[in-house]
């Protein structure tokens, strides 16, 4: 009988475990992966992720197209005055006042290194009419040369 109440009494002072917190320990962590794969899977992360690379990338790429849009808003506003088209005029095709002399820059020759010879060209000034103008025009005859 003392070995009973040994028995008895060492049992009484071990503290019991209950079973239910063990279930439920093991139930939250299946819950907390459970919810982690969930949020994974349904929540397109790495789809938003991208996306925000993207608008970055696209923000960047508009920044430089106003840049350029301001740069070619401001030469088409320069175009407008008379003094720059006078200077492409000039720059660009070679064109002379009346009684300016233009200078044509002539290539160099290949085969011995010389430049050829240069001409003056004198602007003559145009003293035919309007309508003298017109009628060469329509003839052809303002596309005709001296030479």
Not at 19 to 29: E, K, N, P, Q
Not at 54 to 76: F, G, I, M, P
């Amino acid at each position: 009988m003392t070995d009973t109440l040994e028995r008895n009494s060492v049992q009484r002072k071990r503290p019991r475990r209950r079973r239910g917190s063990r279930w439920a320990t093991m139930l939250f962590i299946v819950l907390l992966i459970s919810l982690g794969l969930v949020a994974t899977g349904v929540l397109p992360i790495q789809q938003y992720l991208e996306r925000e690379t993207q608008v970055n990338e696209a923000q960047a790429h508009l920044d430089t197209l106003v840049a350029r849009n301001d740069s070619l808003e401001a030469d088409a506003t320069a175009l407008l005055s008379d003094q720059e088209i006078e200077r492409i005029a000039r720059e660009q095709y070679g064109y002379v006042r009346p009684g300016e002399i233009g200078y044509v820059v002539a290539p160099i020759d290949e085969a011995d290194g010389a430049a050829l010879p240069v001409q003056p060209v004198a602007a003559e000034p145009d003293d035919r009419g309007l309508l003298q103008k017109v009628w060469d025009f329509i003839t052809g005859q303002d596309l005709t040369t001296d030479e």
